[in-house]
């Protein structure tokens, strides 16, 4: 889930816990849109935290070791 999923569950949390007024039968939407923010705010922690670390190439040749060989010759003329 990446950021505008977080962000989105939020939203909608949000929505249901404070701006309905429907009323149905076993189903609290006070508590199901806390729940909904709740892992929304984990989601935005958890993605934030993987953001920070840092990057390391990854893929072919990203172990591979180049080394430089530099060669001089003189000129046996001079």
């Not at 076993?26 to 840092?54: A, K, Y």
């Not at 990854?58 to 530099?70: C, K, L, M, S, T």
Request: proline fraction near 4%; charge should be negative; charged fraction near 20%.
């Amino acid at each position: 889930m990446g950021l505008g999923g977080c962000v989105i569950l939020i939203a909608l949390g949000a929505i249901l816990a404070f701006a309905t007024d429907w009323h149905v039968n076993g189903v609290n939407l006070d508590v199901v849109g806390v729940i909904l923010m709740v892992v929304g705010l984990l989601g935005l922690v958890t993605f934030s935290s993987v953001l920070r670390r840092p990057r390391r190439g990854i893929g072919p040749g990203a172990d591979e070791v180049v080394e430089e060989r530099h060669h001089y010759y003189e000129d046996p003329r001079l």
